[in-house]
């Protein structure tokens, strides 16, 4: 079993639209967790970090933790075509493998024009 | 933001021939990680290093090794390829200065074990 999960597989949202998909931890150690987004062809890049309970919000993205439930959503509000792309949920314990992230397998995003 | 570059970006290899992977980073991260992409499987950790001269197994160690010569590069070899390994390898580099800190990605690169 993937110690990061996430759901769905895919989604498709109107443009404008709020697209939202979660991410959920079966390890007690992951305590830091990252959003990351690929676009095709292109190699993953940070969109944010959330460390602390509640939530935490950098322009159209929205991220939620709970860390009792190691559940982490992330909301995007007025979806542009540009947020098409495949969407990492990513986890990190304290300690071990020099800091390197587990990932879940993808969200897949497609915004319709 | 940085920066990280990986080669070849294509590859096509024969079963049993030897291929390595390059990767360069020009941060000064202490931390490199090479991992591996299959849909359905997300990214999975292979091999990892905290320095030059270091590599250590992630995840997914096995037909697999890697070689850090220097703070900017790291390799990932595969001496005896399958068609298994037939993937999108990705390389990243992070300061390790503790929980907090975001890895950056190189571009990828896509082999083809025939």
């Known amino acids: 079993q993937q110690k990061v999960q996430q759901s769905p597989e895919s989604l498709s949202v109107p443009e404008g639209g709020m697209a939202s998909f979660n991410c959920t931890s079966s390890?007690?150690?992951?305590?830091y967790f990252w959003w990351y987004r690929q676009h095709s062809g292109e190699g993953p890049k940070a969109l944010m970090?959330?460390?602390?309970?509640g939530d935490k919000k950098e322009g159209r993205f929205t991220a939620h933790l709970n860390k009792a439930s190691l559940h982490v959503s992330l909301h995007i509000r007025d979806s542009q075509p540009s947020d098409s792309a495949l969407y990492f949920c990513?986890?990190?314990?304290?300690?071990?493998?020099?800091?390197?992230?587990?990932f879940g397998s993808g969200t897949k995003v497609i915004v319709l024009p | 933001e940085a920066a990280v570059t990986q080669s070849p970006r294509n590859k096509v290899a024969v079963t049993g021939g030897k291929v390595t992977l390059s990767c360069n980073q020009t941060?000064?991260?202490?931390?490199m990680y090479w991992y591996r992409q299959d849909t359905g499987h997300g990214l999975r950790l292979i091999h990892y290093?905290?320095?030059?001269?270091?590599?250590e197994k992630g995840d997914i160690p096995d037909g697999y090794k890697a070689s850090r010569p220097s703070q900017e590069n790291f390799s990932l070899i595969l001496e005896l390829a399958t068609p298994s390994q037939t993937s999108v390898y990705f390389c990243a580099s992070g300061g390790g200065g503790g929980a907090g800190n975001t890895l950056y990605f190189g571009e990828g690169s896509r082999l083809i074990v025939v």
């Open positions: 290093s905290y320095g030059a001269g270091s590599t």
């Open positions: 941060n000064n991260h202490n931390n």
């Open positions: 970090s959330i460390f602390s309970d």
């Open positions: 990513a986890a990190r314990a304290q300690t071990g493998f020099a800091s390197a992230l587990t």
């Open positions: 390890d007690r150690n992951f305590q």
